[in-house]
């Protein structure tokens, strides 16, 4: 019998993703199992993987390199179904990644890889495959993508996307005849790259975007508003020092600290927190399907706060004080580039 308290979140989380998909718009991210996180007890995250999906957080975002986090998926579907039935394991979507080394793509490395997956995931069809690429002077990339269609038509992928590619690779792909459904991308208060073309190339060709990085580890939150500006022993997770670089190149820490202070005012008359006000602010850009937050499975749980993020409305006089900081910020996309840029330089 479950002790959890949490109400399920409102039907203003559900996401038509495609045709036979539906989805949370907030997504539960696994990076942060992978290590570099503390340390994930793995009979824990299973089990707290379970009050997740009661509370309708049904989406899960993960990748073939974040440790154990297919597996984690494989083991919770097969709990869920030996507690609940068969049934139960279709009420969750779980999107992996590959992010193959660079190296030829042959058919047979890309079925092995996919196969791996389905095992691991203890799954018959993949319900999106998120495709990186890191290098586009390489262009076997579209050959990755032709057998990962081929794929798609057999069955073992319901629905191809791809993570932190660029417009112009983006639209090679899309030109090529790859019916991409999403890209996965860095995108956050701090980092609005995604609004200088991707946004709108994906509004006109019906992708989504999937965005990460939008509470910047949890810099985005109370707990360093206020703060001195964290150093390196500080920054307790891979997750904090990524985004710590982002926030130096986005404008430094007495600027963040401005911005953290008008998200609370906002966020206090809204009665939630800067977390729910620096998510919301993502959720209603052009083409985002969805943010993706990552959790410590069995080490901390936002869930409550994070439920509030679907009854918030940001008005237009929120947005006017957001812009007032914003605008003093540096242009992150003449610095860094496009989506993605951020991985190939
Ligand atoms: N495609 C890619 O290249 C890529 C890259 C990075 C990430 N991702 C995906 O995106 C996911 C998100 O990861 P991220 O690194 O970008 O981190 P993030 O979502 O920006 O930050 C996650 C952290 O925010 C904190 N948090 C969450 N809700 C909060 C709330 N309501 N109040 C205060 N703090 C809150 C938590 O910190 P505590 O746990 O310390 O409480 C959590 O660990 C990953 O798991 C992965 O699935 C993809």
């Known amino acids: 019998m479950s002790t959890d308290t949490s109400l399920p979140v409102p039907n203003s989380s559900r996401f038509q993703f495609s045709s036979e998909l539906e989805i949370c718009r907030i997504l539960n991210g696994m990076w942060q199992v992978?290590?570099?996180h503390g340390y994930i007890d793995p009979e824990i995250a299973v089990e707290s993987m379970f009050p997740y999906l009661d509370s309708r957080f049904t989406t899960w975002?993960?990748?073939?390199?974040?440790?154990?986090?297919?597996?984690f998926i494989g083991e919770f579907r097969r709990r869920?179904?030996?507690?609940?039935?068969?049934?139960?394991?279709?009420?969750?979507?779980?999107?992996?990644?590959?992010v193959p080394s660079p190296g030829p793509m042959d058919r047979?490395?890309?079925?092995?890889?996919?196969?791996?997956?389905?095992?691991?995931?203890?799954?018959?069809?993949?319900?999106?495959?998120?495709?990186?690429?890191?290098?586009?002077?390489?262009?076997?990339?579209?050959?990755?993508?032709?057998?990962?269609?081929?794929?798609?038509?057999?069955?073992?992928?319901?629905?191809?996307?791809?993570?932190?590619?660029?417009?112009?690779?983006?639209?090679?792909?899309?030109?090529?005849?790859?019916?991409?459904?999403?890209?996965?991308?860095?995108?956050?208060?701090?980092?609005?790259?995604?609004?200088?073309?991707?946004?709108?190339?994906?509004?006109?060709?019906?992708?989504?975007?999937?965005?990460?990085?939008?509470?910047?580890?949890?810099l985005l939150s109370e707990r360093y508003l206020g703060q001195p500006e964290p150093g390196g022993s500080a920054l307790t997770t891979a997750s904090l020092s990524?985004?710590?670089?982002?926030?130096?190149?986005?404008?430094?820490?007495?600027?963040?600290?401005?911005?953290?202070?008008?998200?609370?005012?906002?966020?206090?008359?809204?009665?939630?927190?800067?977390?729910?006000?620096a998510i919301r602010y993502i959720l209603d850009r052009p083409a985002v399907a969805g943010v993706i937050v990552g959790v410590r499975l069995g080490v901390?749980?936002?869930?409550?706060?994070?439920?509030?993020?679907?009854?918030?409305?940001?008005?237009?006089?929120?947005?006017?004080?957001?812009e007032t900081v914003l605008s003093r910020s540096r242009d992150l996309y003449s610095i860094i580039g496009d989506c993605g840029d951020e991985y190939r330089r």
């Open 34 to 36: 992978s290590g570099g």
């Open 61 to 71: 975002d993960l990748a073939d390199h974040y440790g154990p986090a297919e597996d």
């Open 80 to 98: 869920l179904t030996a507690r609940r039935g068969l049934a139960a394991a279709a009420d969750i979507q779980a999107f992996t990644k590959w």
């Open 108 to 218: 047979r490395l890309v079925d092995e890889t996919v196969n791996k997956s389905l095992r691991r995931m203890d799954l018959e069809s993949l319900d999106l495959l998120q495709f990186h690429w890191w290098d586009y002077a390489d262009e076997r990339y579209l050959e990755a993508m032709s057998h990962l269609e081929k794929l798609r038509i057999e069955g073992k992928i319901r629905h191809l996307g791809l993570t932190n590619f660029d417009t112009q690779h983006l639209k090679k792909i899309i030109d090529e005849g790859y019916g991409v459904v999403s890209n996965q991308v860095q995108y956050s208060i701090i980092d609005r790259r995604p609004e200088m073309q991707m946004a709108q190339y994906c509004e006109e060709q019906g992708i989504h975007l999937l965005a990460y990085g939008t509470l910047a580890g949890g």
């Open 242 to 277: 990524k985004y710590k670089h982002v926030v130096d190149a986005w404008g430094g820490w007495e600027l963040f600290q401005e911005l953290l202070l008008t998200l609370k005012g906002i966020a206090d008359r809204h009665r939630v927190s800067i977390a729910d006000v």
């Open 300 to 322: 901390a749980d936002h869930r409550d706060d994070n439920a509030k993020v679907f009854d918030l409305g940001l008005e237009p006089e929120d947005l006017d004080k957001l």
